[in-house]
């Protein structure tokens, strides 16, 4: 069954580096999104991007943040300069269609920021 | 803004037990809704979802869940856990008028001894 991957899964960086988060979407889907969870709170929601181009993002998703599509394959999430409160578990997910149909989204394995 | 939440924070029941998990939304218009799980050292995976139709939704593994939009609830229900269910729970709601993020509730931490 197709997955949706992440890499790295750990990723340790210092305050103010930046770093970049990697997720290989199913193949056939064209919704993908990011998610993260600070330890001891919700899933929350950050960007959705569709045909190459951002589509809904939330009030956490600042000028720090951006997310492309370098490849056919893989999502990327970057955030530039650090912060401590940036230390979460990051989710990719992908979706085969979005606004337009009621849609479910398949999450990746995760990758865990933190930032020190 | 809508938002969830699941009553439980944790819950420990022996194996054979039944289970059932909260889950309330806020947001009048119409929603799809969803409960996702988190075995350890994995990753989210859907147990079952609600779009339309029969409110009373069946998933993997023996779960089902009861949409009563009266009460903006979307309980999950499985009449006889099993050791290997031990796991997080998360609901989460689509509002449609609002794009396609999920918005998910605190999750619950469902612990099955055996």
């Known amino acids: 069954e197709p997955e949706v991957t992440q890499t790295p899964s750990h990723q340790v960086t210092q305050m103010g580096q930046e770093v970049i988060l990697r997720c290989v979407p199913i193949s056939n889907h064209l919704y993908f999104y990011w998610y993260r969870q600070i330890l001891g709170q919700k899933v929350e929601f950050l960007v959705s991007f569709y045909n190459n181009e951002i589509s809904e993002k939330s009030e956490i998703f600042d000028d720090q943040f951006s997310v492309e599509r370098p490849d056919g394959s893989n999502f990327t999430l970057k955030i530039r300069s650090t912060k401590l409160e940036d230390s979460a578990m990051y989710f990719c997910a992908s979706s085969e269609a979005g606004r337009l149909v009621a849609e479910t989204q398949y999450f990746g394995p995760g990758t865990r920021l933190l930032v020190l | 803004a809508q938002s969830v939440s699941q009553h439980n924070h944790h819950v420990i029941l022996s194996e054979a037990a039944s289970l059932e998990l909260g889950c309330n939304y806020s947001y009048g218009g119409t929603v799809n809704l969803f409960w996702y799980v988190q075995y350890p050292g994995q990753h989210l995976q859907l147990l079952l979802k609600?779009?339309?139709?029969?409110?009373l939704v069946k998933g993997i593994k023996g779960f089902e869940a009861e949409f009563i939009k009266s009460k903006f609830s979307f309980n999950l229900r499985k009449p006889s856990v099993q050791w290997s269910d031990t796991a997080e729970y998360f609901c989460a709601v689509n509002a449609k008028a609002a794009g396609n993020k999920l918005t998910f509730g605190g999750g619950t931490r469902v612990l099955v001894k055996p």
């Open positions: 609600y779009f339309s139709g029969d409110p």
